[in-house]
Structure formats: structure tokens, C-alpha cells
């Protein structure tokens, strides 16, 4: 069987991924009836300092964690399915998005959090 | 022939070096070690040398009869090469001249240390049969002595061997009757020589130990009437009949245990240290007696028995016999072990325990304030006296007299906590001591903390020193009081007879006055006026000379003296003037002789009130605290400035306070306590007012120290604290008033972080406050405001809170506190102002939002918010400073909103919404990773 990997970015090389690798779990609040879309899931800041450190701030929690380069890089494919030839088979093409070389591993106990966040320079990533 | 011709380079080694044959005989005969002096005798010539040693080989009868004994007695004889030149040497003189010199030299008796040295070393006399002498350590099998001569520095080695000593000693007896130019053999001409050292320390130490006076105060003519004329029986003694009656009770109830059962063991020596292994009834004494037979058995195993010794230990032997007869119940000892004396100077308390002990046949050790007396030295002592018995003579069990054990306080401490801790380990082993007893007798020896099985007499002169406190409930404590007047008059009346010295009684009735019935001083006195070929002058006593031993009174006789005016029992001596001065001298004495100034006026102000002094116009009292005042000024000067010689000027002023509120009757004295507790209280509220001050913001704390805010804001505070106008309802019962009220209340106790707190009263404090709640839980300020305006007997006038007023308090302000501490930064920031003028502006601007949010109910908005805010803060990467800017002001934003819903009645809604502005929670699991690996097929990548 052949399957097809096509990488669609030749020109502006490839764009870069990242997994937020968690111990635990992240919950909807019971709320919203398990819904999670258009909810703000946390902040992760990356501290300016030297080392690459970052925070996660998810609900109450502060996570802490760092970057870890992994030994075998990843793509995150895109499954597209073709009708070719006006047929009626399909033809399934995997796609790559991206490129994953990296996580940012969270990997302590997280720091519980009550009143307001003070994070210095925040660059925000939504995923 | 054992004397090889030496090689050329020792003789030219030796050559400078000659010997006296006599030294060398001696040494020979003595086993001396080498080195010996080695005379440098620069005439001696290496062809002497030579034909010395060709004539020696020449004549072998002479050597023949000579050396055999060198042989037997020389264990050094080819030591070194310096045996072979003294030989030579000894060649020179004519050879029948030289035997006979040699062997007279040879027995005469030799220095009895040597022989003692020979006896101790037993085991490391060496055979000379087996002498192997080389210069080379390595050539020698077994032990080796290595051996340099003193000036050439060569060394040889010599082999060791070891022997025993006794048939070392017989070799010497046999040698001796084969030279019987003396009529004893040598080992009984050591065995006298020994025995009389050994008689002469056992007169020696007999004579120190007999403290009786004996024919010898004619001799020594200077010596003191007190030593002289000092009581040495039990009848003779001049202080009170009923205390030396006890005394001696009490060292008779030691009888028991002390001379128990030693009279049946000591008839036969051997056999009665063989019956005390099998049956160990009384350890120590077997112990000692033991230690002794051990330490004997030397003497007694070659040579017959000392006949002194055996004498002693006889004489021993009948000496407890009487005393046991004297005393044959079997009884323990008596339950307090230590005996404590303690009184004035110079009445006899030392002489009282010397002469009880005595007379109960102990013999005395008296530790000193002038021995070392640190807790070690003191330990070894004590374990001397009560494990050891003595060797010589004066085999009585001590008896351990401790004098003057207040004197140095730190010292005597020691002694204090050895005889505690004795006496303690005792009463902690007194249950199983049977069976120990029973079990190991020597391992129970070895113990550190051995149990106290001696008399030990104490004497102290003042029984209150803190150092005594211990020993003062463990003992059996006797007070000396003095004895009457007459009786000492009649004594020391005895003692002038005696020494042919006129005196007429009333006279010495003075003197025994002045002193206080102090006999020490007053035979002193006497002595010194008999030396000088004075009268006793009665007039005069005060200005003569009374040599009084050095004293302090305890500090409640200091106050008493102060406080108490003697009754002028003699009107007579005529001017006031001089009673006063002498009054005056006395008292200034007194205290200064005592120095600790401080607690004195320490005393004096606590008691000086309490006195019964008719003082109409309060002169007196002022006076006297103006005194007092004084005092504290000086004292506080000298310790700013370290002027230490100004304390001279303190114990004057103690005396216009006598002479002004001095009373006949005795006064009831107390320990000053106030000061300390005054002292204690103060740094304890300091603490918690400090401890407090923390707690306070800065914003607020910096303007408030706590000295002006106790002398000045306490009150007006509490005023504002509790409020009269608040009624303890229900919020909502509260008028808009009453609320603006409440929360500004809040406010200003969360501000000042006041709070109510569950509280003990105790019955004290609750009688303080009638106000309170007397049950026993109540609540208080937690920092006790209220404590620092109530004093005693003075009731405030500040309205104090109901309990369920209080209740509620302390729950806003508990409520208040989490609503800052979530609230952030940003909402302390903007407070401040507000707090500080007590606005009721937010008050009231909170509780019109909470109505707000009553009317309309939020349930959807939050997240909405929330959203919004997240869409707002997207990550712009370009620009970090603008997205952290919108974050913070989202957050601002976000507050303000949350802060709408600030209202004390809705803390529901808060909740929710708090809730509802974090969306997605998340949930730590601990320890593993939950991460499921499963496996996927490719297919489903395609399908």
C-alpha cells in the first residue's frame, strides 16, 4: 500500500511544532459541560533568563517546566483525502504541517496559584 | 672467660672513658641500667689497656672465682664494651687487694630504692645466661633494649628476657651466703632497710593524722590557744548540747554499714578475703581490704611477713572489735547521708564534726576552702575516702568532713554536685542492689557514680547560698546557735588560767559579746593580748584589735539589720553620738562586706513600705525613696560609665534609710520579687507589641512606633475599636448606617491587622474586665491592646464589645483579610488613602455594587470576559512589551470586575465566578505518567 507524503512548505521551509508535554490532566470546568472550545486554556511564559525555563499557568496551577529536544523529531501530518479522476476511490494523502523537534516538558509538581499571576515578560503561545 | 679482647676501634672508642670499679660494683649489683657517669679520665693509655687484658687472660683463677657471681648477678655483664675497660682498670691493682675490695664493696647494702626499682621490674630482669649483645638490632631474635654509651654515643642492642622475680631474689640469696663476709644474706639486710622506711612512714603518717594534742605544745610555744586548748573529746565540747548530741547520733546510725562486718573477716587476712569473694555482703570493704592484700602480697611472697604490718592489721582488727561491741545491731545507713552544719564563724562547727568523728572512731578528712575543689578533684577525693582504705597504720574508716562548702561558689558547686550525684545513684540503685552485689563485685567497682557509703559531714556558714539549695534537701541540716555567753566566758576564763593571763570575767563577757560568741576570734584576741603583755580592756574592745574571720551575712540579715533597731540594751555607754557612729560603722560594714548592692535596694524597696513607721507628713517615705533614687541614679551612672570605684558611695546610703524608718519590732522581710516580675512582664509585651508592629503594613507601621503608640494611641484606639453604637445582628437587620459603620470597623482592624482571637482568660484577667465574658474561652484582641491601658486597681472606662459583636468582628476581618490577600497588588495599592482617612466612601461604594449585582445576576459573563480578554491578549511575539501591558491591564480590568462582586453576602457568586474566569483546571498526577501507548495501524493514518 502507498501512501503518499506530501510536504506542501518547499519555499519557507517547514513550520516548527512544539508539544506541551503535561503530568495530569487538563479539565473543562463542569460548566461547560465538557466544551472546550474557545476556552482559554492557560498562559506559558518563557522566563528571559538563561536557562530555558518556562511557566504554565493552567487554572489554579503553575506548572514549571523545561525544553527537551527529542531524539527523533516528529511531523505532524494532515490526512487530506482526493477524489481523483471523478471516481468514486478515494485517494488518502498525508500532508505535513509541521516539524517537531522539540517538547517543553512539565514534569514537577505544579505550584498552586491564588491571587494574581507576576510574570515578568510573557510571551504567550496559544496552542 | 666471657670477655673477649675488644677490636682495636672499640678500645679507641673507649679509650677516654674509665670507670670507678666501685660504681661499677654497685651498679652491677642493682641491675642498674646503663648509662652509667662516665668520668673522662684522659690518662688512660691503650697499652695499659692491652696489658690489662693479656694479663686477665693470663690469670684465670682470680677471674675464675669472680666471675661466676658477676655471672649470676651482672644481667648486663657484656651490656657494652664498658665492662671490658673497667676491668682492666680494675687489673691495675693488685689482684688479692681487689677481690676482697670488691666483694666488701660488692655487699654492702645498696640504696633501697634500687632494690624497690629491681622488686617493681620484676618481670623485665634479664637473664645473663641468655645476654645477647650485638651492635646490630637485626642479629638479635625476640625483644631487644637498645643501649648508647652517653658519650660516644655507640649503640648496642641487647636481648631481653623476661623472668620471674623470685628466682632472681633467690639467686641473690644464694650468692650472698657464698660470699659470706656478712653475717645477714643480702635479702635480709633489704628486707630491714625496707622495713624501717616503712616504719618510719607509718610513724610519719600516724603523727599527721593524730590531731589530738599531744606532749608537743610545750615544744612549739607559739602555737594558737584555739589549736591548743581546741576541744578533743566529745564532753568537751562548748556548742550546744543537743546539736552535738545528734550529730553524734547521726554518725552512730553509720556504724552498721561502715564497720558491719569487717570485725568477723579480719581474724584470719586470707581466709577472710577468700570468704568476702564467696559471700561479697559488704563490697566496699572487701574491696579495700582486697587492694590491700593485693599491694601486700609482694612483700609477703618472698619474704616473711612484716611484723608491723600484721601489728596493725591485729591491732585494726581489735580496734573494730570494740566498736562493733560497742555497736552490734545491723542497721543501714542512716537515710540522709550527708550531715550539713551550718552557722555563724567560730563556734565550733568544725571542731565538732572532727571530734564526733573521731569519737566514733573514723578517722577525719578534712577538704578545705583552700584545697582545689573542682568537681573532678573533688570526685577522686570522695572515691579515696569512701572505696579506699588506708595502708599504713591508720586503717579507720574516714570519715569526710567538707568545710566551708558555701565559700567559692563555683567550686563548692562542684563538690555539691559530686555528693549529689552520689547520693542520688544510690537512691536510684538501692532496689537492685542486691543482686548486683550478688553478681559482680568488681564490675559494680568500676562504676563512675559510686554510691556514697561514708559519713560526709558539710559546713557551711550560711545555709542559704543557691549553691546549697540541692544539698539542703538531701540532708540532714543542723543550725549552730550560739552558744551562751557564760559558758564561753567560763571556757575562755579556763584558758587564761591555763596561760597565766589575768583577765576578769566581765571583760571577757565583753569580748565574747562583741564577737558574738565567736571562740575563734575571742581566743585569738586573747593570745595576742597575752603576746603583747596587754589587759583586756573592756572599755575598748571595739578599738582593739579583734581579729574576726571574714564573713558576709546572708542578705535577709541585711535587711533585717537595716530595718530592725537594736535595743540599746546598754543606756550607759554614756554619748549617743558614739552608739551612732558606731551604728553607722556597723551597718556601713555590713553592706559593703555583703556587695550585692542592687539586690539590697532591691530588698529595701520592696520592704520599706510594708514597715510600720508613724510617718504623719510622709517625710520619712519621701525621704527614703529620695535614698532609694539615689541609689539608682548612682547605679545606673557607674554601669553607663564603668566607674566601678563609685561603688564605694552605695552603702551609705543605706543609712539615713535605717535611721529613718528603723523599727523595735521585727519586720516580715521579702524577697524581692517585683522588679524581676516588672522586668519579665515589660520585655514580654515589648515582644508582642514588636511581633505585631511587623505585622502592620509599612505604610501604616512607619508612622507608629510603639512607644508613642502605647503612652499616646492606645486609648483612642480601643475608643475607635469598639464603637457603643454597634448591635450585634444580622447584616442584613443592620441599617445603611450601622453597615458604613461595620465596614469601616473592618477596615480598620484589617489595616491595623487587629483581629479577635479565641482566648484562655485566666481568672485573673477576667476579674480585671468585669465586663467579659468570665467563662473560661473569650475573645480578645490578639494583640492585647486592653492590657496596656489596664492597670492594677483602676478600671477603664473604654466600652467593650459583646461577645457576639466580637464574633462577628472576627469573622469580617477574617473574611477582609482573604479578600486583600486574593485581591492582588494592585487593590492594596489603591486602598491605602482610603484606609488611612477611614473613608466610608468605598465602604459605601461596595455595598452599592453588591446591590448591583444583586439586580442583575452574572452567571454567562465571566467566561465571556475572560474570552474576550484572552482574544485581546493574543501572542503578539513582535511586540512583548505591549502584550504583557494588555495582560496586566486585562488583569486590572479583570480585578475591578471581580471586584464588583466584593460584597460580604455574595461570597457565593464570587466563588463561581473566581471559578468561572479559569475555565480549564488542571489535575496533577503524581508519581506516573498516564500517557497510554497503543498501537496504531497504518491504515487508520488512510481510512
Known amino acids: 500500500m502507498e501512501i503518499r507524503v506530501k510536504c506542501g512548505c518547499g519555499e519557507e521551509g517547514c513550520s516548527e511544532w512544539t508539544i506541551v508535554e503535561l503530568q495530569g490532566v487538563v479539565d473543562s470546568q463542569s ?41 527523533k523529531p516528529l511531523l505532524v501530518l494532515k490526512k487530506l483525502q482526493k477524489c481523483t479522476d471523478g471516481s468514486s476511490e478515494k485517494e488518502t494523502e498525508l500532508q505535513v504541517v509541521g516539524i517537531i523537534r522539540s517538547k517543553i516538558l512539565f514534569k514537577t509538581r505544579p505550584k498552586p496559584l491564588f491571587s494574581g499571576i507576576t510574570s515578568l515578560f510573557c510571551s504567550c503561545l496559544l496552542l | 672467660m666471657e670477655f673477649d679482647i675488644p677490636l682495636p676501634e672499640e678500645l679507641e672508642l673507649l679509650e677516654a672513658n674509665s670507670y670507678y670499679p666501685e660504681e661499677e660494683d654497685d651498679d652491677y649489683l642493682n641491675f642498674e641500667e646503663p648509662p652509667y657517669p662516665y668520668p673522662i679520665d684522659g690518662d688512660e693509655e691503650k697499652e695499659e689497656e692491652r696489658e690489662a687484658n693479656l694479663r686477665r687472660s693470663e690469670s684465670p683463677d682470680i677471674n675464675g672465682c669472680k666471675r661466676p657471681r658477676s655471672i649470676v648477678s651482672d644481667p648486663i655483664v657484656n651490656l657494652d664494651e664498658g665492662s671490658s675497660p673497667a676491668a682492666e682498670k680494675r687489673s691495675k691493682i693488685d689482684d688479692n687487694n681487689r677481690v676482697e675490695m670488691e666483694d666488701e664493696e660488692w655487699l654492702r647494702p645498696p640504696p633501697i630504692k634500687k632494690v624497690v626499682h629491681v622488686m617493681e621490674e620484676e618481670e623485665e630482669v634479664i637473664i645473663p645466661q641468655e645476654t645477647i649483645l650485638s651492635r646490630y638490632a637485626s642479629e638479635i631474635d625476640g625483644e631487644c633494649f637498645p643501649i648508647t654509651a652517653p658519650d660516644g654515643g655507640d649503640r648496642v642492642y641487647a636481648k631481653f628476657n623476661r623472668a620471674l622475680g623470685d628466682e632472681e631474689v633467690k639467686k641473690l640469696d644464694v650468692k650472698a651466703k657464698s660470699n659470706g663476709l656478712i653475717k645477714d644474706p643480702i635479702s635480709v639486710l633489704l628486707e630491714q632497710s625496707e622495713k624501717e622506711a616503712f616504719n618510719k612512714v607509718l610513724q610519719a603518717s600516724s603523727e599527721d593524722q593524730n590531731e ?136 565550733g562547727k568544725t571542731t565538732l564534726a572532727h571530734v564526733a568523728a573521731k569519737h566514733c572512731g573514723y578517722r577525719v578528712v578534712e577538704i578545705n576552702a583552700s584545697d582545689e575543689r573542682s568537681a573532678a578533684a573533688i570526685e577522686t577525693r570522695i572515691l579515696d575516702v569512701v572505696q579506699m582504705n588506708s595502708v599504713t597504720a591508720d586503717s579507720r574508716p574516714k570519715c569526710l568532713v567538707i568545710d566551708e562548702i558555701d565559700g567559692a561558689l563555683g567550686d563548692g558547686k562542684g563538690a555539691v554536685d559530686v555528693i549529689l550525684k552520689m547520693v542520688l545513684a544510690e537512691k536510684k540503685h538501692a532496689t537492685g542492689k542486691e543482686n548486683i552485689d550478688n553478681g559482680k563485685t568488681s564490675s559494680k567497682k568500676e562504676r563512675r557514680t559510686a554510691p556514697l557509703s561514708r559519713p560526709v559531714i558539710c559546713i557551711c556558714n550560711d545555709l542559704y547560698v543557691p549553691a546549697l539549695r540541692p544539698l539542703r534537701q538531701i540532708a540532714k541540716v543542723h543550725v549552730f ?46 593570745q595576742f593580748l597575752n603576746k603583747k603583755n596587754e589587759t583586756l580592756n573592756v572599755i575598748d574592745i571595739g578599738s582593739q584589735v579583734v581579729g574576726r574571720k571574714d564573713m558576709s551575712k546572708s542578705l535577709f540579715d541585711i535587711w533585717k539589720e537595716i530595718f530592725n533597731k537594736r535595743k540599746m540594751k546598754r543606756e550607759r555607754s554614756n554619748d549617743a553620738s558614739g552608739s551612732e557612729a558606731k551604728k553607722f560603722d556597723f551597718l556601713h560594714s555590713l553592706v559593703s562586706s555583703r556587695g550585692d548592692y542592687d539586690l539590697i535596694f532591691d530588698g529595701i524597696h520592696e520592704n520599706v513600705l510594708q514597715l510600720q513607721y508613724h510617718d504623719p507628713a510622709m517625710d520619712k517615705t519621701v525621704s527614703c525613696l529620695d535614698c532609694l533614687g539615689t541609689s539608682d541614679l548612682l547605679h545606673r551612672y557607674i554601669m553607663r560609665t564603668q566607674q566601678m570605684h563609685l561603688y564605694a558611695y552605695l552603702p551609705s546610703l543605706v543609712i539615713p534609710i535605717h535611721r529613718r524608718v528603723a523599727q523595735i519590732q521585727r519586720p516580715t522581710i521579702q524577697w524581692p520579687k517585683s522588679y524581676h516580675r516588672c522586668r519579665t512582664l515589660l520585655v514580654e509585651k515589648q ?5 505585631w508592629h511587623h505585622k502592620i503594613p509599612p505604610y501604616i507601621g512607619r508612622h507608629l512606633s510603639i512607644k508613642s503608640f502605647v503612652e499616646d494611641s492606645v486609648s483612642p484606639l480601643l475608643h475607635i475599636l469598639s464603637p457603643p453604637t454597634l448591635r450585634p445582628v444580622a447584616s442584613h437587620l443592620l441599617s445603611e448606617k450601622q453597615k458604613d459603620q461595620l465596614a469601616s470597623l473592618v477596615m480598620l482592624m484589617h489595616s491595623y491587622s487587629l483581629t479577635y482571637k479565641n482566648v484562655k482568660l485566666d481568672p485573673a484577667m477576667s476579674n480585671l474586665r468585669e465586663g467579659a465574658a468570665s467563662d473560661a ?97 493574543k501572542p503578539k511575539p513582535s511586540d512583548v512589551k ?62
Open chain 2, 882 to 943: 505591549k502584550a504583557s501591558r494588555t495582560a496586566l491591564s486585562f488583569f486590572d480590568r479583570f480585578r475591578k470586575s471581580r471586584k464588583d462582586y466584593e460584597d460580604p453576602e455574595d461570597v457565593q457568586k464570587r466563588a463561581t465566578a473566581k471559578r468561572d474566569s479559569r475555565p480549564l483546571l488542571f489535575k496533577f498526577n503524581e508519581g506516573f505518567t498516564n500517557a497510554v501507548k497503543r498501537p496504531v495501524r497504518m491504515r487508520e493514518f488512510l481510512l
Open chain 1, 31 to 71: 460548566s461547560f459541560q465538557g466544551s472546550v472550545q474557545n476556552l482559554e486554556i492557560g498562559r506559558l511564559c518563557h522566563s528571559d533568563s538563561s536557562q530555558e525555563s518556562y511557566t504554565f499557568t493552567v487554572g489554579y496551577h503553575e506548572l514549571t517546566g523545561s525544553k527537551v529536544t527529542l531524539k
Open chain 2, 212 to 347: 589530738s594534742i599531744t606532749a608537743e605544745t610545750s615544744v612549739m610555744h607559739e602555737r594558737l590557744w584555739v589549736d591548743k586548748y581546741s576541744p578533743s573529746s566529745f564532753t568537751e565540747l562548748l556548742s550546744d548540747e543537743q546539736t552535738n548530741r545528734e550529730v553524734l547520733l547521726w554518725l552512730k546510725q553509720w556504724d552498721a554499714s561502715v564497720f558491719g562486718s569487717e570485725i568477723r573477716s579480719t581474724t584470719d587476712e586470707v581466709l577472710s578475703a577468700l570468704k568476702r569473694h564467696s559471700t561479697p555482703s559488704h563490697r566496699q570493704k572487701s574491696d579495700s581490704a582486697f587492694t590491700r592484700k593485693k599491694q601486700f602480697s609482694r612483700w609477703s611472697k618472698d619474704s616473711s611477713s612484716f611484723p608491723k604490718n600484721s601489728d596493725a592489721s591485729d591491732s585494726n582488727a581489735t580496734d573494730n572489735h570494740d566498736l562493733r561491741n560497742k555497736k552490734s545491731k545491723l542497721i543501714g545507713p542512716p537515710e540522709q547521708k550527708i550531715l550539713l552544719l551550718c552557722g555563724p564563724p567560730g563556734l
Open chain 2, 777 to 873: 474561652s473569650a475573645l480578645a484582641l490578639d494583640p492585647h491592646l486592653f492590657d496596656f491601658i489596664s492597670f492594677k486597681g483602676r478600671q477603664y472606662k473604654h466600652h467593650v464589645l459583646t461577645l457576639a459583636m466580637k464574633q462577628v468582628l472576627a469573622h469580617e476581618v477574617e473574611k477582609q483579610k482573604i479578600l486583600q490577600a486574593s485581591g492582588g497588588r494592585s487593590g492594596i495599592l489603591s486602598k491605602p488613602p482610603e484606609i488611612k482617612k477611614i473613608n466610608p466612601d468605598l465602604v459605601r461604594k461596595t455595598i452599592a455594587a453588591s446591590k448591583e449585582s444583586h439586580k442583575n445576576p452574572v452567571i454567562s459573563k465571566p467566561p465571556s470576559v475572560s474570552v474576550e480578554n484572552a482574544t485581546t491578549s
Open chain 2, 687 to 691: 515582644e508582642s507589641l514588636r511581633s
Open chain 2, 481 to 526: 546557735v550560739q552558744p551562751t555567753v557564760s559558758r564561753v566566758v567560763n571556757r575562755l576564763k579556763y584558758i587564761c588560767n591555763m596561760e597565766g593571763m589575768k583577765t576578769r570575767s566581765f571583760g571577757l563577757s565583753a569580748l565574747a559579746d562583741y564577737t558574738e560568741c565567736d571562740i575563734r576570734s575571742c581566743l585569738n584576741t586573747l
